[in-house]
C-alpha cells in the first residue's frame, strides 16, 4: 500500500500519465472510494449500468461513466455518502457467441463438450478476459465502490433472480405456452419484441392466386383469390384466407374453401375484423405459426398451426417433399418459381417495409411457433407507468416521459426464456416419471433443486434446458446487488435499507424499454419485502433518469467501426489524458441534444488541464516567494486587504458555485462544464492573476502581499474543488501541492465551499465587467493599429456623470497594469478628438489619440495597400461564388471554404477601411 505522494515543485509542463496512474492507486489503495452506512449523512447511490462481460470501452461508455463519475464525485464533496456500485452482465448470447468462436477455431462445437463443460469453459474465459472494461474504467478515473463490485451470475444474484422468477410463478405471473416469438436463426434462441431492431428495407410484394373450390367440393373452380404477401415461401403453411367481414366485395365468398397452391391443401376463407381492406387486395393468407398477427385470427377461429421451418429457419416435414430441407430464401425463390410456372403469381410490385433483425448479430428474424416462458407484463406495468406520470421517477430530458408512457400503455407479455446454454438456467423441472409410470403433468417450480417429486416421489427429474433472458437478472440489480434476498454476505440488508432507493440512474435511452421501466416494475413489485412498506417513493428503484446523449463524429454520423470514425478511448487518453477526455465529452454534451465528436476537440480539455497547472504554477512560485498571510480564523477566504479585485473574484466564485449548483441540479452538466471553464479560465486566470501582480510586485508592505498570495490560493483551492468532479486527477495533484496537507487527505474527500451569498455583489461584477470590455476594447486599438506593447497611451472617455466618472477612477490602477494606460481623461458630449482610433463600450465611448503613438503616413500607406491587396483577392472569390459551374461541379467542402474566405475578406476589410477613416483626421 502506497502512502500518500509526496508534495513536490510543480514541474514546467503538466504530465497526465504520470499523476493519473499515481493518483488512482493512492485512492483505491486507501480505500477513499468506500462507502460504508452512516446515519449522520444522506446517501446518494448510483448503481452503474453494468456493461457486458465482453465488452471494452467506447466512446458511449465515456460519456455515460464520466456523467456518473462526475454526479458522484460532486455529492461526495457536498456532504452525501456517496456510494457508486459497479459491476458487469453475463450478456448471454453474445458471451456464448464469443467462446463459441474461440472453439470453432480449435475445429469443435460446444455440442462437442456437452453442457456442463461448456458452462465451466465460459466460466473460465470470463476469469480470463472478463473484467476487461472493468479495468479500462480505472483508466478513465471512476470512484466506484470496488469492494462492492457485482457479476449478474454471481451465486447472491443468482439467489435473486430464483426468487424472484418463483414468487411470479407463484402468482400466477409467469408461465409457459405456445406462442409466436421472434426467432434469431443464426443464435437459435428466441428474443423479446425490444431486442429486434427495425429498419426499412426495399422488397417485394407478390400477389398470388388461390383457386376457390366448388360448393361442397374439392374441384377448384375457374374463379381465384388474390392475395399480397412479403413472404410468399410461408404460403406452405396457410391455414386460412381472411377477409374483412364488412367488405361487400367477399361477403359472398366467407365459409367457402379455397385451394392452396403448390401444396393442394384445402383451406377456409373467413371473415376476420383485423383485415384492412386497403391493402392489398384486401385479403390476407392467414399462417398462424409464422405471423404474430396470423397467431391470433388463428387462435380466434381454431386453425391449425402449421410450423414450415426448424430453428436454423430450414423448411421441415411438414412441407411438400419438393421444398424441404431448404434454406427459407432458397425455398422462396423455388415458390415463386414454381408459381410463375403454374400461373398463379399474378403480378409482382416494388414494396418498402420494415424488417425486423436480431439486435446482436443483424440476422433477419424469423417470427417462430415454440414453447417459451412468459411475464404478464400488464399488472407489473400500470404501477411503473404511474410513478413516471406523477413524477416520483423523473426523467431528463422529459421528453422520454412521452416515449415510455406509449410503450407501457401498449406493453405486451415479455418472453424471457432463450435457447442458450449460458445464462441463468430457468428453475424448472419435469417429472420423469417411476416404476414405468408416465411423469406427473405439472411442472416443479423451486428455489433450488429438488431432490424428487413432491407428487409422485420419483427422483427422475430432468430441468428446463433453457435459460432466462439477460434482462431478468439486469431488472433486479439495483437491489440484488446488494445480496437480496440476504442470501450474501453480512450486514448487507442494512446496506440495501440505507442506499436503497438508489439517487440518480444515467444510461441510454435505447434501453428504456429492456431495462429502465422493467427495473421500475422490479422495484416496485419486490422492493416492499425490505423496505417494509408500500408507499412508491420508497420503492422505486431510482428518483432520477438521465438518458445520454448520442456520440456522433464531426459530421452528424452515428460512430461505427466500420466508418472508421469511433476513436478509441484508451488512446485518447493516453495522447490526451483522462481529465481532457473527461471534460470535453461533457463540455460537448447538452441535455438531449447529440454531441458531435472528434479525437481534435480533446485539445479543449488538454490547454484547459494546460491552463489551470501553469496558474498553479504562478500561486505556488509566489507562495514560495512572498509566503502566506497567518490566519487569524477557521475560514475558507483570507478577508485582510480586500481591493476591488478581491471583491469582485469573491463574488465572482461565489456566484460560480451557486450556479454550478443550481446545474447539478437539474443534471445540466454541458452548464456545469461552461460555468467552471468560464470562471477559472477567464476570471481568474485571465483577470485576477494579472491584477492581482501590480501589487505582488509593486510597494505594498509585504503584509498586504501575504493576504494577496493566500486570497489566490484561498479562491483557486475553492475553484480547484469545483472542478474535482469533472477533472479528478490534475486538480487533486494540484490541491495537494498548493497547501500541506494531512497523510490521506485528498481532495476527493475535501467538502466544495458552499456558496455564500454575501459575497455576491452584482454591482461590483458589472463594474469590472465593463472595466475588461474598456481593457479589451484598448488591446484591439492597440493590435490594430500597430502601436507597440511598451508605448504607454492616453485613454479619453466619454463620460458626463460624476458617479461613473468615480467608477472607472476606481479601476485605473488596472488600466494602467494591463492596458498601459499612463493618462485617463474625460470629455464632454461635443468633444471629438482629433487623429484617435475610438470604441463603443456599454454605449460610452472612448478614444485612444494616436498623433506621437506611430507614424500617421506610413501607416496610412500601410493600410491602403493591405485594402487594395484584399480587394483584389474579394474580387477573385466573388468571382469565382458567382460562377454557376463552378458552385454546382466543386466539392461542397470547396464551395464552403471559398464563402468562408469572403466572409473573412469582408469582414478584414470593414476593420481596415474603418482603421483608415480613424487616421484621416
Same mark, same amino acid.
Given at each position: 500500500m502506497s502512502d500518500q505522494p509526496p508534495a513536490t515543485a510543480l514541474?514546467?509542463?503538466?504530465?497526465?500519465?504520470?499523476?493519473?496512474?499515481?493518483?488512482?492507486?493512492?485512492?483505491?489503495?486507501?480505500?477513499?472510494?468506500?462507502?460504508?452506512? +452512516?446515519?449522520?449523512?444522506?446517501?446518494?447511490?448510483?448503481?452503474?449500468?453494468?456493461?457486458?462481460?465482453?465488452?471494452?470501452?467506447?466512446?458511449?461508455?465515456?460519456?455515460?461513466?464520466?456523467?456518473?463519475?462526475?454526479?458522484?464525485?460532486?455529492?461526495?464533496?457536498?456532504?452525501?455518502?456517496?456510494?457508486?456500485?459497479?459491476?458487469?452482465?453475463?450478456?448471454? %448470447?453474445?458471451?456464448?457467441? #464469443?467462446?463459441?468462436?474461440?472453439?470453432?477455431?480449435?475445429?469443435?462445437?460446444?455440442?462437442?463438450?456437452g453442457r456442463e463443460k461448456f458452462v465451466e469453459r465460459v466460466w473460465e474465459w470470463r476469469k480470463q478476459y472478463g473484467g476487461v472494461i472493468i479495468r479500462q474504467l480505472r483508466k478513465l478515473g471512476t470512484s466506484c465502490d470496488w469492494d462492492r463490485e457485482? &457479476?449478474?451470475?454471481?451465486?447472491?444474484?443468482?439467489?435473486?433472480?430464483?426468487?424472484? &422468477?418463483?414468487?411470479?410463478?407463484?402468482?400466477?405471473?409467469?408461465?409457459?405456452?405456445?406462442?409466436?416469438? $421472434?426467432?434469431?436463426?443464426?443464435?437459435?434462441?428466441?428474443?423479446?419484441?425490444?431486442?429486434?431492431?427495425?429498419?426499412?428495407?426495399?422488397?417485394?410484394?407478390?400477389?398470388?392466386?388461390?383457386?376457390?373450390?366448388?360448393?361442397?367440393?374439392?374441384?377448384?373452380?375457374?374463379?381465384?383469390?388474390?392475395?399480397?404477401?412479403?413472404?410468399p415461401e410461408t404460403m406452405l403453411g396457410d391455414t386460412a384466407i381472411a377477409v374483412n367481414p364488412k367488405d361487400e366485395r367477399y361477403k359472398h365468398l366467407i365459409g367457402r374453401m379455397a385451394l392452396l397452391p403448390l401444396a393442394e391443401r384445402e383451406i377456409p376463407i373467413i371473415a376476420d375484423d383485423f383485415v384492412d381492406p386497403a391493402f392489398g387486395t384486401g385479403m390476407v393468407k392467414v399462417t398462424p405459426a409464422h405471423d404474430p398477427n396470423d397467431y391470433q385470427i388463428g387462435v380466434r377461429h381454431s386453425l391449425p398451426q402449421i410450423n414450415i421451418f426448424d430453428i436454423s429457419a430450414r423448411t421441415i416435414d411438414s412441407v411438400p417433399r419438393k421444398y424441404r430441407d431448404l434454406d427459407r430464401y432458397e425455398a422462396r425463390r423455388l415458390v415463386l418459381e414454381d408459381l410463375e410456372k403454374s400461373g398463379l403469381l399474378l403480378k409482382?410490385?416494388?414494396?418498402?417495409?420494415? *424488417?425486423?433483425?436480431?439486435?446482436?448479430?443483424?440476422?433477419?428474424?424469423?417470427?417462430?411457433?415454440?414453447?417459451?416462458?412468459?411475464?404478464?407484463?400488464?399488472?407489473?406495468?400500470?404501477?411503473?407507468?404511474? #410513478?413516471?406520470? +406523477?413524477?416520483?421517477?423523473?426523467?431528463?430530458?422529459?421528453?422520454?416521459?412521452?416515449?415510455?408512457?406509449?410503450?407501457?400503455? +401498449?406493453?405486451?407479455?415479455?418472453?424471457?426464456?432463450?435457447?442458450?446454454?449460458?445464462?441463468?438456467? %430457468?428453475?424448472?423441472?419435469?417429472?420423469?416419471?417411476?416404476?414405468?409410470?408416465?411423469?406427473?403433468?405439472?411442472?416443479?417450480v423451486s428455489r433450488s433443486a429438488p431432490a424428487a417429486c413432491p407428487r409422485c416421489g420419483s427422483t427422475s427429474l430432468r430441468q428446463d434446458e433453457d435459460v432466462l433472458d439477460t434482462w431478468f437478472s439486469s431488472w433486479l440489480w439495483p437491489f440484488s446487488v446488494h445480496d437480496w434476498p440476504m442470501g450474501g454476505k453480512p450486514g448487507t440488508e442494512k446496506d440495501l435499507r440505507y442506499f436503497y432507493p438508489t439517487s440518480t440512474l444515467?444510461?441510454?435511452?435505447?434501453?428504456?424499454?429492456?431495462? #429502465?421501466?422493467?427495473?421500475?416494475?422490479?422495484?416496485?413489485?419486490?422492493?416492499?419485502?425490505?423496505?417494509?412498506?408500500?408507499?412508491?417513493?420508497? +420503492? #422505486?428503484?431510482?428518483?432520477? *433518469?438521465?438518458?445520454?446523449?448520442?456520440?456522433?463524429?464531426?459530421?452528424?454520423?452515428?460512430?461505427?467501426?466500420?466508418?472508421?470514425?469511433?476513436?478509441?478511448?484508451?488512446?485518447?487518453?493516453?495522447?490526451?489524458?483522462?481529465d481532457a477526455v473527461r471534460f470535453t465529452i461533457l463540455y460537448l454534451a447538452p441535455l438531449g441534444q447529440d454531441i458531435l465528436y472528434s479525437r481534435e476537440k480533446n485539445e479543449l480539455g488538454r490547454n484547459f488541464a494546460n491552463k489551470i497547472w501553469n496558474a498553479g504554477r504562478f500561486v505556488l512560485m509566489n507562495r514560495d516567494q512572498i509566503g502566506e498571510a497567518s490566519r487569524t480564523a477557521d475560514t475558507p477566504f483570507t478577508l485582510d486587504h480586500l481591493d476591488l479585485a478581491d471583491r469582485w473574484i469573491l463574488s465572482r466564485l461565489h456566484s460560480t458555485t451557486a450556479e454550478i449548483d443550481s446545474a447539478m441540479v437539474q443534471f445540466d452538466i454541458n452548464r456545469v462544464s461552461k460555468t467552471i471553464y468560464d470562471f477559472f479560465w477567464h476570471d481568474y486566470c485571465d483577470w485576477y492573476l494579472e491584477m492581482v501582480k501590480s501589487r505582488l510586485y509593486g510597494s505594498e508592505p509585504e503584509a498586504v502581499k501575504q493576504a494577496v498570495v493566500s486570497r489566490a490560493i484561498d479562491v483557486y483551492d475553492a475553484?480547484?474543488?469545483?472542478?474535482?468532479?469533472?477533472?479528478?486527477?490534475?486538480?487533486?495533484?494540484?490541491?495537494? $501541492?498548493?497547501?500541506?496537507?494531512?497523510?490521506?487527505?485528498?481532495?476527493?474527500?475535501?467538502?466544495?465551499?458552499?456558496?455564500?451569498?454575501?459575497?455576491?455583489?452584482?454591482?461590483?461584477?458589472?463594474?469590472?465587467?465593463?472595466?475588461?470590455?474598456?481593457?479589451? $476594447?484598448?488591446?484591439?486599438?492597440?493590435?490594430?493599429?500597430?502601436?507597440?506593447?511598451?508605448?504607454?497611451?492616453?485613454?479619453?472617455?466619454?463620460?458626463?456623470?460624476?458617479?461613473?466618472?468615480?467608477?472607472?477612477?476606481?479601476?485605473?490602477?488596472?488600466?494602467?497594469?494591463?492596458?498601459?494606460?499612463?493618462?485617463?481623461?474625460?470629455?464632454?458630449?461635443?468633444?471629438?478628438?482629433?487623429?484617435?482610433?475610438?470604441?463603443?463600450?456599454?454605449?460610452?465611448?472612448?478614444?485612444?489619440?494616436?498623433?506621437?503613438?506611430?507614424?500617421?503616413?506610413?501607416?496610412?500607406?500601410?493600410?491602403?495597400?493591405?485594402?487594395?491587396?484584399?480587394?483584389?483577392?474579394?474580387?477573385?472569390?466573388?468571382?469565382?461564388?458567382? $460562377?454557376?459551374?463552378f458552385v454546382a461541379k466543386a466539392p461542397p467542402e470547396v464551395v464552403e471554404r471559398e464563402r468562408e474566405k469572403l466572409d473573412a475578406f469582408g469582414h478584414t476589410m470593414e476593420k481596415l477601411e474603418k482603421s483608415l477613416e480613424m487616421l484621416k483626421g
Open positions: 514541474p514546467k509542463t503538466y504530465n497526465p500519465q504520470e499523476t493519473e496512474e499515481k493518483w488512482y492507486r493512492f485512492w483505491e489503495e486507501h480505500h477513499l472510494f468506500r462507502a460504508q452506512v +452512516n446515519p449522520e449523512k444522506k446517501p446518494y447511490t448510483i448503481v452503474i449500468p453494468p456493461p457486458n462481460v465482453t465488452g471494452v470501452l467506447h466512446m458511449g461508455h465515456i460519456l455515460n461513466n464520466t456523467l456518473q463519475d462526475a454526479f458522484i464525485r460532486y455529492k461526495r464533496m457536498t456532504g452525501y455518502e456517496a456510494c457508486w456500485i459497479p459491476g458487469t452482465d453475463h450478456a448471454g %448470447i453474445a458471451t456464448q457467441n #464469443v467462446v463459441e468462436r474461440s472453439l470453432i477455431k480449435e475445429g469443435k462445437t460446444r455440442h462437442d463438450l457485482r &457479476f449478474t451470475m454471481d451465486e447472491s444474484l443468482s439467489a435473486a433472480v430464483r426468487e424472484v &422468477f418463483v414468487r411470479l410463478y407463484e402468482e400466477g405471473l409467469i408461465y409457459r405456452g405456445k406462442y409466436i416469438v $421472434n426467432w434469431c436463426p443464426k443464435d437459435h434462441t428466441a428474443i423479446s419484441d425490444d431486442e429486434v431492431n427495425y429498419s426499412e428495407a426495399k422488397g417485394k410484394l407478390y400477389y398470388i392466386k388461390y383457386p376457390i373450390l366448388a360448393k361442397g367440393k374439392s374441384t377448384p373452380t375457374k374463379k381465384f383469390l388474390t392475395v399480397a404477401t412479403t413472404r409482382t410490385e416494388d414494396h418498402v417495409h420494415n *424488417v425486423g433483425r436480431c439486435y446482436r448479430c443483424d440476422t433477419v428474424i424469423e417470427p417462430y411457433l415454440s414453447d417459451q416462458w412468459f411475464v404478464r407484463m400488464q399488472p407489473l406495468a400500470a404501477p411503473a407507468l404511474e #410513478v413516471v406520470q +406523477n413524477g416520483t421517477v423523473r426523467f431528463y430530458p422529459d421528453r422520454w416521459t412521452k416515449v415510455y408512457e406509449h410503450w407501457m400503455s +401498449n406493453i405486451r407479455d415479455w418472453c424471457i426464456s432463450r435457447q442458450l446454454w449460458w445464462g441463468h438456467r %430457468i428453475p424448472v423441472w419435469y417429472c420423469e416419471g417411476r416404476d414405468d409410470k408416465p411423469g406427473c403433468p405439472e411442472p416443479i444515467v444510461t441510454a435511452p435505447d434501453i428504456i424499454f429492456f431495462w #429502465v421501466a422493467r427495473m421500475i416494475m422490479a422495484g416496485l413489485k419486490f422492493a416492499p419485502s425490505f423496505t417494509g412498506t408500500t408507499a412508491p417513493t420508497d +420503492n #422505486v428503484p431510482f428518483r432520477d *433518469v438521465y438518458f445520454t446523449s448520442l456520440v456522433r463524429d464531426d459530421k452528424g454520423r452515428k460512430m461505427s467501426k466500420s466508418l472508421g470514425n469511433s476513436p478509441e478511448p484508451l488512446d485518447l487518453i493516453a495522447d490526451y489524458g483522462a475553484a480547484l474543488r469545483l472542478l474535482h468532479p469533472l477533472m479528478p486527477f490534475v486538480t487533486e495533484e494540484l490541491w495537494q $501541492n498548493i497547501r500541506k496537507r494531512q497523510p490521506l487527505e485528498s481532495i476527493m474527500r475535501a467538502r466544495i465551499t458552499p456558496a455564500d451569498m454575501s459575497f455576491v455583489d452584482t454591482d461590483v461584477e458589472k463594474e469590472m465587467m465593463f472595466v475588461q470590455n474598456v481593457i479589451e $476594447n484598448v488591446r484591439t486599438i492597440r493590435s490594430e493599429m500597430g502601436i507597440v506593447p511598451s508605448k504607454d497611451i492616453g485613454l479619453l472617455m466619454r463620460l458626463t456623470d460624476e458617479k461613473s466618472r468615480a467608477s472607472i477612477r476606481r479601476y485605473e490602477g488596472y488600466l494602467q497594469r494591463l492596458a498601459r494606460v499612463s493618462s485617463l481623461g474625460f470629455i464632454d458630449e461635443t468633444t471629438r478628438p482629433k487623429l484617435s482610433a475610438s470604441a463603443v463600450v456599454d454605449g460610452r465611448e472612448l478614444f485612444v489619440p494616436l498623433e506621437g503613438l506611430i507614424d500617421l503616413e506610413i501607416e496610412r500607406a500601410r493600410l491602403q495597400k493591405e485594402i487594395d491587396r484584399l480587394a483584389g483577392m474579394l474580387d477573385g472569390v466573388q468571382r469565382k461564388l458567382s $460562377n454557376e459551374s
